[in-house]
């Protein structure tokens, strides 16, 4: 079952500028100890940001940790992405696996 998370990305510039989000980029739940999920990307997104601008983008996601609970609340993108491939819950959750 795949989630969606929302992220807000802005442009300062004059200047229309794109970005790419890459599939298996991680997002930590911004309320750390509260056994709800991170998340990682389910594909790649290539969003364009018009100039001097801030949009709102879903970025549609799987749970990274099995054993928590749902996720919900909000969330920061994080510096990792998960390298390995995966399709689906079942093979990301067997990556990340001890």
């Known amino acids: 079952m795949a989630w969606t998370t929302e992220i807000s990305l802005k442009n300062n510039t004059d200047k229309e500028y794109r970005v790419t989000i ?45 054993k928590l609970s749902s996720p919900t609340g909000l969330y920061n993108i994080t510096p990792f992405k998960i390298k390995n491939q995966f399709e689906d819950q079942d093979q990301l959750w067997d990556l990340m696996k001890p």
């Open 22 to 66: 890459p599939k298996g980029q991680i997002f930590e739940n911004k309320t750390i100890g509260t056994g709800k999920q991170n998340v990682a990307s389910l594909k790649d997104y290539k969003i364009t940001i018009p100039a001097k601008s801030i949009i709102k983008v879903e970025i549609e996601v799987l749970c990274i940790n099995q």
